[in-house]
Every structure is written in C-alpha cells, then in structure tokens.
C-alpha cells in the first residue's frame, strides 16, 4: 500500500494529514503523522495566562479521519532510499510531507542564558506561568519587540512591571509603520518602559544587564529575538532561505517525492511576498501540502497554494489588540474592537475534533476570507 508520511504535529502538519485524507477519499493509501508529542500546540495562543488551555487531542482530529500517529522525533530524511529515521525505526514512504515548524533562536554566550524565559513551546510557556504565578507586582524584562515579545509584555503588564529591550530604535520594526502609533499608545497605556537600540547582555538571580551598562530588576527575563526552520530542512535542501527554509514551488514540491509546508517552506504567497512564519500560513500550506502528496499518488489533479488576503492581529493585553489588512498592515480596528477580533480569531485557529466530515470539510478551505475580516472598501473599525 502506498504511505504517504507528514513531520510534524502542528498546524502544518495537521493540516497535511487532514489534507491527504481529503484527497485519499476511498482510495487504498496510508497516511502517518510522526511528532512526539500527543497535542497540537496552539503556539500562537502561548502569551495567555493558562498556556495549558491552548492545546487540542492529535487523537480527536487524527483518528476520525483515519491518520496514524507516530510519536517519535524523526532524526534523519534519506531522500534517495525515502526512509525517515524516527525513534531509531526506519520507515518508508512514497510520498513526504516536511511541516516540522520553526524554533525560537537562543542567543548564544549570553552569561545567565539558562535562566532566560520562553514561550516558544508548551512547557516553556509553563516554566514562565509556574515561576511568575501568584506573584503580584513583579519585574519581567522582555527581549524583542516584534510579534511574540509584544504580546508577551502586554499580557505580563497585567500583573508587573515591564521593560521592553530590542536592538532596533523604534517597537515592531518588522510590522512597520502602519500600526505603529497604536502599538506605541498601548504601551504607554499599560505603563511598558521602552529601551531602544539596547539588548541585555548578562541575566543574574533577580537582574539583567543592559548593553547600555544598566543593572535592571527582573524576577524574570523573557527571550522573544529570532525564529528558525526545523534543521531537518538541510536533509532536503542545500539551497535555504535566511530563515532555513526549503524553496517550493506552487504546489509546494521540493523534490519529487517530498512536499514542504508550514515554517519550513519557502513558498510564495504572492509576485512580491513570501509566506510569514504564522499559523494563518501554516494551516493552508499544510492543507495544500498533504493534498497534493496524497493526490500525487493517486493520479488526482493537484492544487495551487491560493491563500487568503493577508492580516495581522496583536493583542495588546489590557489595552485590547489591533488588527491590520495588507502588507502595508493598514489597521482596521483597535482597542477593544481588535480584541474581539483577535478573540474570534483565537476561537477559529482550533480546529474541528470528533467529527470526519467537519475535519475534512475544514481541509477542502484554503483561501479563508473570515466574515469579521472587513475587505478594503470598509470602513475601519473606530479605536476604542
């Protein structure tokens, strides 16, 4: 029987298996996940208080649509035999699937590195909660002003102080312009200090120390600089974007036998623009991914990577969340208007369980145009 195997158990990887699925229908073909883990972690949903609540069964999205799970860590890709070497066991595949995600980049030489705080992953995210839980009026220092480093001070500012660092000169340098004065209103709002052009250079018991030279007070200093393909990609590329990933083409092969989705694929998203490192990405390539190697063996015609019109939504803690359209990430709502949009979206990104047909349904939909995403002849929702 031909065997179609998916690396990775996150929103790419689930995807390609609930992907292959759709595509298989009543065909002969068998279809394995392999991540050690036995959740899909909502990763982006690791900044909230309760990180254990962001996280969903493989077995309930898994097993009704008839997907084996392997949990094992896959350590070599043998694309000329195609055998991946997974908890020492190899196995054989016709057709592969890379969705292994990205990590966080650790700084390397930084004196006190191990007691740096993360929430890249569930148990790093529950070192952070158990270590600040209970604890009223702490320091945190919070290294990065992009995506996660934002998200992650404004939800610490709830209960503590917060020091912003990041090497650039101005907060999310990677966003843009666009929603930039919003960004910077929220933050004076929740009483967020900012030092610019700074980076911590040293991490002691209750400090951290600046490139400026300042000592600063900090029950705990979280990482959020720099993101990473899984290293798996070198197995299937010598030819890798700066951020590891594996050039695709449109319907995301890399080589003849092996599709690449999610963080680890560098896939266009349009004439201009690459697709982010983000689970609005992730979801439709791994959708698109597991089809077409599913559909590759079984002579069924494959399918274009179309995605849906790009957005951003930031939460800003206390001071709500801003939600922005476009490249240029026009905002269209903040305040409290974001936060119900970023709510909603936080609602939609769990996928269908327990039921076949909604998991396959949810797999047939790759351009995703959400009904509370307003279109560009809108009116921007009015900040609140």
Not at 175 to 187: F, K, M, V
Not at 265 to 286: N, R, T
Not at 314 to 343: E, H, P, T
Request: hydrophobic share 45%.
């Amino acid at each position: 029987m031909a065997h179609v195997v998916i690396i990775g158990g996150g929103f790419a990887g689930v995807w390609s298996a609930a992907g292959a699925a759709l595509a298989r229908g009543d065909a002969d073909l068998r279809i394995t996940l392999i991540a050690p883990d036995e959740h899909l972690v909502l990763r982006p949903r690791l900044y909230e208080p309760e990180p254990d609540l962001a996280k969903v069964e493989l077995s309930r999205i898994l097993g009704p649509i008839g997907v084996e799970h392997l949990r094992a860590s896959v350590s070599t890709i043998d694309t000329a035999r195609r055998v991946v070497v997974a908890g020492g066991e190899e196995i054989g595949y016709d057709r592969l699937v890379l969705a292994a995600g990205s990590r966080l980049v650790q700084p390397h030489g930084l004196p006190g590195a191990e007691r740096l705080f993360d929430i890249d992953t569930l148990d790093a995210a529950r070192r952070l909660t158990d270590h600040l839980r209970d604890r009223q009026d702490y320091s945190a220092v919070v290294v990065g002003a992009g995506f996660v480093g934002l998200e992650a001070a404004t939800a610490l500012a709830g209960r503590g102080r917060v020091l912003l660092v990041d090497r650039s000169d101005v907060v999310a340098h990677q966003l843009g312009p666009g929603p930039r004065p919003e960004i910077e209103a929220a933050l004076d709002e929740l009483g967020i200090e900012r030092r610019l052009a700074t980076t911590v250079t040293e991490v002691g018991d209750g400090y951290a120390v600046l490139s400026d030279g300042t000592k600063v007070e900090a029950d705990a200093v979280v990482w959020s600089v720099g993101m990473r393909a899984s290293e798996l990609t070198r197995q299937i590329s010598g030819d890798l974007d700066h951020l590891g990933r594996v050039p695709v083409d449109r319907r995301l092969r890399a080589l003849p036998e092996v599709f690449v989705a999610g963080d680890t694929a560098a896939a266009a998203f349009d004439d201009e623009h690459l697709v982010m490192q983000a689970c609005q990405h992730a979801s439709p390539l791994g959708k698109v991914a597991g089809y077409n190697a599913a559909a590759d063996l079984l002579g069924v015609p494959l399918r274009d990577f179309t995605p849906g019109p790009y957005v951003t939504c930031l939460d800003l803690g206390g001071a709500g969340a801003i939600f922005s359209r476009g490249w240029d990430r026009r905002v269209m709502a903040s305040g409290a208007a974001g936060a119900a949009v970023k709510k909603q979206i936080n609602q939609h990104i769990h996928p269908p369980v327990d039921d076949a047909a909604k998991i396959l349904a949810a797999a047939d939909r790759v351009y995703l145009e959400l009904p509370f995403f307003p279109r560009d002849d809108e009116e921007a929702a009015p900040a609140t």
